[in-house]
């Protein structure tokens, strides 16, 4: 086979991909940032970087479905879907108090004088993310998700010398599929 027949060798990207999160309210809800920001540029507030992570972002869209079969066919007659989920999944590796609260989906964060205080409260925090990376034409594809919150449980190691202190991030929409967009600059 001839390369550049079947594919386009040009539409292979590897590369890494940057989280900022913000606080979703429902009076202001989020939105994109501006399509003249470059790639992996400092975005305005409300949007904060999520920071470091150990092996960067894993992005999954899942869906369950249902197969419905008729005596007809050996194959289903229709296929639906009965439920979705977009998750954003890392392992935070910066060792702060924001990494803690938004890996651990609660808390908030003071800071008076010379510290920083952290509360917990019963309440899940729900926030916007969004997702950046490089395109092949090294501009901004951005997905912005803005409702989310942190799911499952958070374990941290506290030892010397065998591993840093990283807080686990598995966040899992609530919001409509079609709330999600995604942006992809050509030009």
Known sequence: ?????????????????VMSVQPYLVATPPVMPVDANPVFDAHLAPWVTSGATED????TMGK????????????PAIVAITARTARIQCTLSEDTLEAM????GTGTITA??????????????????LLEMANKQ???????????VASGDV?????????KRTYPLNLVAICAPSAIQIVDMIT
């Open 1 to 17: 086979m001839a390369a550049g027949v079947w594919y386009n060798a040009a539409n292979i990207k590897v590369g890494q991909a």
């Open 56 to 59: 960067g972002f894993r992005f």
């Open 64 to 75: 369950t479905t249902q197969e419905h079969t008729i005596e007809e066919q050996s194959t």
């Open 101 to 104: 609260a938004l890996a651990w």
């Open 112 to 129: 008076v004088a010379a510290k920083k205080t952290m509360v917990l409260d019963e309440n899940i925090q729900v926030v916007a993310a």
């Open 138 to 148: 090294g501009k901004a594809r951005r997905i912005m998700i803005p409702q989310m």
């Open 155 to 163: 374990e941290t190691a506290f030892r010397r010398a065998a591993a």
